[in-house]
């Protein structure tokens, strides 16, 4: 186990509705990146944060945005649900460096009806 | 733009056989990261190796080995003698010099019979 956890492990929510996803990131990591990972296919990358503030950004929408806390924990939040957004929303912990290794929690499985 | 291309979508042995994953990859970083993860059914996405740009030693590790090979850029992945655990979806992932994010592969569904 990598000792990332991530919270809730499924959920279901209507179109229009607001979601918000959350991970613990692993002891001794400063930095949490978000991943969606659509059925069949390979994860594509949301967003970064270190130290806080968002550090790199996928092609998503403004509805999906983030933050980090103190602890380096982090959230997911997404407005204005889409059918679309169904998928297997990652989490990645890592300590920020030039041979990062990105370890990822159990994933959140989001259903949009 | 950073690409990467695993173009066995599914793979089906028999216990015992041994089986390569490939991995293409596309940067213009001159230095970049390579990693291999496996996801089981549980969703849970398990690192198994890192491979920096500049070193292309190939590495063995019990029954997986990987080959690095910077002029066709590839990076393969191979099981020997696999078994039924091993079953699994395996994706390459490729990381550049200056950026932050993964760029994954689409993924290789294992499937290993008893």
């Not at chain 1, 169904?86 to 159990?106: D, I, K, W």
């Not at chain 2, 690409?3 to 390569?20: G, L, M, N, R, Y």
């Amino acid at each position: 186990e990598t000792g990332v956890t991530q919270s809730p492990t499924h959920l279901i929510k209507t179109r229009g509705q607001q979601v918000t996803l959350r991970c613990s990131s692993q002891s001794g990591h400063n930095t949490v990146s978000w991943y969606q990972q659509a059925l069949g296919q390979g994860p594509q990358f949301i967003f970064q944060y270190y130290r806080e503030e968002e550090n790199g950004r996928g092609n998503f929408p403004p509805r999906f945005s983030g933050l980090q806390f103190p602890n380096y924990s982090s959230e997911l939040n997404v407005n204005a649900l889409e059918l679309d957004d169904s998928a297997l929303y990652l989490c990645a912990s890592s300590f920020r460096g030039p041979g990062e290794t990105q370890y990822f929690g159990p994933g959140t499985r989001l259903l949009v009806l | 733009a950073q690409k990467v291309t695993q173009a066995q979508t599914e793979i089906s042995v028999v216990e015992k056989e041994d089986v390569t994953l490939d991995c293409v990859y596309e940067t213009r970083d001159t230095t970049y990261y390579l990693f291999w993860y496996k996801q089981p059914p549980s969703g849970e996405l398990v690192f198994l190796i890192r491979r920096n740009s500049f070193d292309e030693q190939n590495e063995i590790s019990g029954r997986y080995s990987w080959n690095f090979q910077k002029s066709t850029s590839s990076f393969n992945f191979t099981i020997t003698a696999s078994q039924v655990v091993d079953s699994a979806v395996y994706f390459c992932a490729l990381r550049g010099n200056a950026g932050n994010m993964l760029t994954f592969g689409g993924g290789t569904r294992l499937m290993v019979k008893p």
